[in-house]
């Protein structure tokens, strides 16, 4: 489990793929996006779809980015029609040859304590580690 570090030539790799899917030995980030702000905002989420076509689950226990202070793992809960978020303190699991999908009004990442405005068609880069001790580095895109 240890081979899906990302290694100094694997990470200049994924930054030219940008949005196009990055794959890393098992574990496949594709369309990961950051919702567009307006300057001052203090936070925005962000979506992805992570596949593990490996044969053990495994589980994104943090994630991190130089754009906020925090990024946390949300989800999303209806409680008598009104939508409320709830901060996953255990991560969430990928099974084995499943993939999860972070979207709107489910699964998201909520990036809080903005450093900067996020615009649209620009390049973040944010980090995704995991339970094994496995880091992955992947581009996420400034979408309306
Ligand atoms: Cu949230």
Same mark, same amino acid.
């Given at each position: 489990?240890?081979?899906?570090?990302?290694?100094? *030539?694997? %990470?200049?790799? /994924?930054? @030219? &793929?940008?949005? *196009?899917?990055? /794959?890393?030995?098992?574990?496949?980030?594709?369309? +990961?996006?950051?919702? /567009? @702000?307006?300057?001052?905002?203090?936070?925005? &989420? +962000?979506? $992805? #779809?992570?596949?593990?076509?490996?044969?053990?689950? =495994?589980?994104?226990? #943090?994630? #991190?980015?130089?754009?906020? !202070?925090?990024?946390? $793992?949300?989800?999303? @809960? %209806?409680?008598?029609?009104?939508?409320?978020?709830?901060?996953?303190?255990?991560? $969430?699991?990928?099974?084995?040859?499943?993939?999860?999908?972070?979207?709107?009004?489910?699964?998201?990442?909520? %990036?809080? +304590?903005?450093?900067?405005?996020? !615009?649209? *068609?620009?390049?973040?880069? =944010?980090?995704?580690? %995991?339970?094994?001790?496995?880091?992955?580095?992947? $581009?996420?895109?400034?979408?309306?």
């Amino acid at each position: 489990m240890s081979a899906l570090v990302f290694s100094t *030539a694997m %990470f200049s790799i /994924v930054l @030219t &793929a940008a949005n *196009a899917g990055t /794959v890393q030995n098992h574990l496949r980030f594709e369309g +990961g996006w950051i919702r /567009v @702000t307006s300057s001052g905002h203090p936070m925005t &989420a +962000g979506y $992805i #779809s992570i596949s593990n076509d490996g044969s053990r689950d =495994v589980v994104l226990i #943090s994630v #991190s980015s130089a754009v906020a !202070k925090m990024v946390e $793992i949300h989800e999303t @809960t %209806f409680q008598s029609n009104v939508m409320k978020m709830r901060k996953l303190e255990n991560g $969430i699991r990928i099974p084995a040859k499943g993939v999860i999908h972070l979207e709107p009004k489910g699964l998201h990442l909520m %990036f809080r +304590g903005l450093k900067m405005k996020i !615009k649209e *068609a620009e390049k973040y880069k =944010v980090k995704f580690m %995991f339970l094994n001790g496995g880091l992955a580095e992947v $581009i996420m895109l400034g979408k309306k």
